[in-house]
């Protein structure tokens, strides 16, 4: 018999949540509750923080009767809708000691419980009226879970206790060679972008438009951790000429010399991962390089990093199916594919700034302040990484960051013009 669009919903919705709650089943109530830098927050406030996303835009406004946990979550795990009220600031979530981890976990099963009720009494035009929200809020609860990770590197990356790591049934994938660098030739012309369909798309995804590309070739594969190295050892940090001067500029205030989470030893580099500190394997995807380290890469190179639409017009016909996705019991961390697809591993920059396609609307309501509000100061990053959920990235899909941003999964892929 096949599921009504309710059962389907609530089936993925009790899916998505468990997930999170999969991921932070090994940890303690400290490691939860710290803030190791202004960016990034703790593992607890996410829990909270997808849990008030329900009840602010499903419960609250579409469930008659419902009693909220606690009326002072609005102003703790708001993250950032004027909206909707005032908030705690987000350098400052680190000092949410109180209410504690137990708190926290009964505010997210009271409003699990909620929803499940909303489903048990909801018929197909209330399912059909607010099915984008419903898929907002997945989606939403999906780009947490890939936060909580790095977030929580990031907190153990600054511990003196090497047992600091994240567990993993799995022993690390043995090094092994990177697929040849190949070059992808793609003609000129007039092309489709941006998202046009009935499955789910955030709403900076649309609408979908035509612009023109002129000829353009991308790489077959995201650069290497031993071909980053080789950029270091030329003397890429020291040289200004390959920097955008606002990278020169950090990389001497900051003094940088690799990407985030790298060492130097006697006995050679090594990397910090989720799993604790191992040997750099020279073949996987370098990841927790900021734009400003992707461009001056490229630079060096003798290539550049591809605009946004050359890397979806790439990607429009890839499958996601080979890429590693996000598993609590996998390998979090970049490795080498059998065959390098444009999907997973690393978050990939591209030269675009984030920005709204021609006709761009943000939706009415505090939900429209999801993606429109940030079109500023920003680039795009396509394709997903290693600590991002199944099914979650698409062709279309804009993923944005600062350009000093490194904490994320962040590498690149090379492209140059025909």
């Given amino acids: 018999m096949a599921q009504s669009s309710g059962e389907t919903l609530r089936a993925r919705y009790e899916a998505v949540r468990a997930r999170i709650m999969a991921l932070a089943a090994p940890l303690s109530a400290e490691d939860l509750c710290v803030q190791a830098m202004e960016d990034a927050s703790p593992g607890k406030w996410h829990l909270g923080h997808t849990s008030w996303f329900w009840e602010t835009f499903l419960l609250k406004p579409h469930h008659p009767g419902y009693q909220a946990y606690d009326a002072r979550f609005n102003f703790l795990f708001n993250s950032y809708y004027e909206a909707v009220g005032a908030r705690q600031a987000r350098p400052e979530r680190g000092l949410i000691t109180r209410p504690g981890l137990e708190a926290v976990l009964a505010y997210r099963a009271h409003v699990d419980a ?68 190949d070059w992808m030739a793609f003609e ?24 023109v590309l002129t000829p353009f070739a991308l790489a077959s594969r995201a650069v290497t951790n031993g071909e980053y190295l080789e950029f270091i050892e030329d003397g890429g940090y020291r040289q200004p000429g390959l920097w955008l001067a606002d990278g020169w500029a950090l990389v001497q ?20 991962t989720l799993h604790g500190e191992r040997a750099l394997d020279p073949s996987a995807p370098v990841c927790h390089i900021d734009y400003f380290e992707a461009s001056a890469y490229a630079a060096w190179a003798g290539a550049r990093l591809p605009e946004e639409r050359e890397w979806e017009h790439a990607a429009r016909h890839d499958g996601r199916d ?10 979090l961390h970049p490795a080498v594919q059998g065959q390098a697809g444009m999907f997973g591993e690393v978050w990939q920059w591209t030269r675009s ?21 940030f079109m500023c100061g920003q680039f795009v990053l396509k394709g ?24 994320q999964m962040t590498g690149l892929r090379l492209a140059r013009d025909s």
């Fill in 253 to 272: 205030q900051a003094e940088r010399s690799a990407p985030l989470y790298w060492r130097k030893t006697d006995a050679g580099w090594r990397e910090f």
């Fill in 384 to 407: 997903g990484s290693a600590l991002t959920p199944p099914e979650h990235v698409r062709a279309s899909y804009r993923n944005f960051f600062p350009p000093a941003a490194q904490w």
């Fill in 114 to 181: 909620a929803v499940s009720a909303w489903f048990d009494q909801a018929d197909e035009r209330q399912l059909e009226a607010l099915g984008r929200v419903i898929a907002t809020g997945l989606a939403h609860e999906e780009q947490h879970q890939e936060l909580f990770l790095t977030d929580l590197k990031y907190l153990f990356s600054r511990s003196a206790f090497a047992e600091a790591a994240y567990p993993s049934p799995h022993a690390a994938p043995a090094p092994a060679s990177p697929p040849a660098l």
């Fill in 322 to 331: 080979d890429a590693r996705w996000m598993d609590p019991d996998g390998w």
């Fill in 353 to 373: 700034a984030y920005g709204a396609y021609p006709g761009y609307r943000a939706p009415q309501g505090a939900i429209g302040e999801y993606n429109g509000k």
């Fill in 188 to 211: 000129g012309g007039v092309f489709p972008f941006g998202h046009d369909g009935q499955d789910f798309a955030f709403d900076n995804e649309g609408p979908a438009h035509e612009a």
